[in-house]
């Protein structure tokens, strides 16, 4: 039987310490007055690996940074089980995701206020994007500096990723030099969350300035078990660290920053979710809400695979150990070359129609090829470009699958369920294959690995999508905000219903932002905490009178 200890009492309770929970952590802490309590499930971020961008293709199978989830057999995938890692260490997802700086679209939190959401339009949410950022640029009408995220760009550019530009603009799209600029339509090279050819994850930008104030205790290695409630009002948590269960009560609030899946989770392990799978786990249901742990949203990319005519991609630098220790010394001493690189060097957001009003599919343009993620290079020049959708019809759910919290829940995305999502699949591989067609490109390649020549039909290209595609690891939408019943925060992020408890991650997403989701989470970080603070001023003269 394990222990049972207190862990004291605090202002917040913060559970997770991801890309929103740094954030928070230091929000929160910032006047010096609040007691914070932070509490992580990994550990800390002393792997090397997590601080090289590179490095991230070595983070997706350690147990030891990452949760290593998976996906349910997806009955549209053939039934395929999809890898769905996530970031189990200081900065959460932040320090082993691709560090690709993406805001999404502006219409993006148009639509969100549209649903309902006060306060989230783009106006609404730039301010909070401007100040979590520091732009290598400079600042300007879009672009913050000084923030506690760093943003830099690549290097220096690339032979393929000039081509596939080229290529790109010659099949009749614009060149975009900012994809988070007025407007995301384009192709160009990608930004990075890092500085001087370091990840920038929201640990080091946030959490390590904040672990230096008194009023912050952070604690590793300890596993939110609970949500401790007095009728509605959420009181406390109980964590697991080792063989000790500790209880920490919260005087302010209690808010969840476990990210997509483990805030859905853990709300239902503590009695707030839908009753039905509650019961059947022998779960006392505190308030039945069907909408908890539903709405799973996440991008599935489909990756075209290329052998190059040059030995000029990655593949033939790691493969070589004399490249790969040139490589590897440069970086040493100029902090430059091909170890800065994040998930994508060059990429696109491109309209599969061209009667719609805003890009509907994002390219990724990778100058190595391997079988999948985290997976050996391939043993000779290749490349990959891969399409994702950027809003999916497609919805999923997470769901317990035990009352144990260490058991990871059922997570089941439906990828491709919806007619819409596989046409505009097929479309966006079709337009992949208009691009590589163009002779600035086609010098580069010897042949199309895969899905191959002789897929050609769009029924052929489906069944390639169903065969192959995998996420491009971007659940949210599972603690969705909005006005309606299913909906699980309101506008100020408070789950409904109950007081003191509220949800800031990735998982309130009413719907997924178009392109990668870190940038967008550190913004709701950012939002959200300024609404603590602000719901705390409003309540204090209430607290002092009572
Ligand atoms: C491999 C990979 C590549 C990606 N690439 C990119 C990219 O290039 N660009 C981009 O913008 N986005 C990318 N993303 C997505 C992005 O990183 C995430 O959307 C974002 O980090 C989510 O933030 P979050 O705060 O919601 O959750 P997370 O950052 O995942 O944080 C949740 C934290 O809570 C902790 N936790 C969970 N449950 C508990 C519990 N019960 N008790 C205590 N602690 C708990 C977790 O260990 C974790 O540290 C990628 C993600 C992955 C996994």
Request: aromatic share 8%; proline share 5%; net charge neutral.
């Amino acid at each position: 039987m394990p222990a049972n200890g207190s862990a004291g009492t605090y202002d917040y309770i913060i559970v997770g310490a991801g890309s929103a929970g740094c954030v928070l952590a230091n929000r929160l802490t910032a006047s010096g007055r609040n007691r914070v309590l932070l509490l992580e499930a990994g550990g800390p971020d002393r792997n090397i690996w997590i601080h090289i961008p590179l490095g991230y293709g070595k983070l997706f199978n350690n147990a030891k940074v990452n949760w290593l989830y998976k996906t349910e057999p997806e009955p549209e995938l053939n039934n395929r089980q999809i890898i769905q890692p996530r970031g189990k260490v200081l900065g959460g997802s932040s320090s082993i995701n691709g560090l690709l700086y993406i805001r999404g679209q502006h219409e993006d939190f148009d639509h969100w206020r549209q649903l309902g959401n006060a306060g989230w339009s783009f106006k609404d949410v730039l301010p909070y994007f401007r100040r979590a950022e520091d732009q290598e640029r400079g600042a300007d009408e879009m672009h913050g500096t000084g923030g506690h995220l760093k943003v830099s760009d690549v290097c220096e550019p690339h032979v393929l990723c000039e081509a596939f530009i080229k290529a790109t603009q010659e099949a009749g799209f614009p060149r975009n030099d900012d994809f988070n600029g007025p407007t995301q339509e384009g192709v160009g090279y990608f930004q990075l969350t890092s500085r001087n050819g370091r990840r920038w994850s929201t640990a080091v930008g946030y959490l390590k300035e904040a672990r230096r104030r008194q009023n912050l205790r952070v604690e590793t290695d300890a596993l939110a078990t609970r949500v401790l409630f007095s009728g509605r009002r959420a009181i406390g948590v109980e964590y697991r660290q080792g063989e000790t269960t500790h209880t920490a009560y919260a005087g302010g609030e209690v808010i969840l920053s476990g990210g997509a899946f483990n805030s859905p989770q853990l709300l239902q392990i503590s009695g707030v979710g839908p009753a039905s799978l509650l019961r059947q786990h022998g779960i006392d249901v505190i308030v039945d809400m069907p909408g908890v742990g539903s709405d799973l949203q996440d991008h599935l990319q489909i990756r075209m695979q290329y052998r190059c005519t040059e030995p000029i991609t990655m593949n033939d630098v790691i493969n070589d150990w004399r490249h790969r220790y040139a490589a590897g010394l440069r970086y040493l001493l100029t902090r430059k070359g091909l170890l800065t690189i994040g998930a994508g060097y060059a990429g696109a957001f491109l309209k599969t129609r061209p009667d719609l009003a805003t890009p509907d599919v994002q390219l990724h343009f990778l100058i190595f090829s391997a079988d999948a993620a985290g997976a050996a290079l391939h043993p000779f020049p290749g490349f990959i470009v891969s399409v994702c959708q950027l809003r999916p019809e497609s919805r999923g759910f997470v769901h317990i699958k035990s009352r144990d919290p260490r058991v990871a829940p059922a997570i089941q995305p439906r990828y491709l369920t919806s007619r819409a999502d596989c046409d505009t699949v097929v479309e966006g591989l079709h337009l992949i294959r208009r691009i590589m067609d163009k002779p600035v490109m086609r010098r580069y390649i010897d042949e199309e690995i895969a899905p191959g020549n002789k897929c050609q039909s769009d029924a052929d290209l489906l069944a390639y999508a169903r065969d192959t595609g995998t996420t491009v690891y971007h659940p949210t939408s599972t603690c969705r905000m909005g006005p309606d019943q299913n909906a699980v925060v309101d506008e100020r992020l408070r789950v409904r219903g109950f007081e003191r408890l509220r949800v800031i991650d990735a998982s309130i997403m009413p719907t997924v932002a178009s392109g990668n989701t870190n940038a967008a989470t550190v913004m709701i970080g950012e939002k959200g905490s300024d609404m603590v603070l602000e719901d705390a001023k409003k309540s204090a003269p209430l607290a002092m009178s009572a």
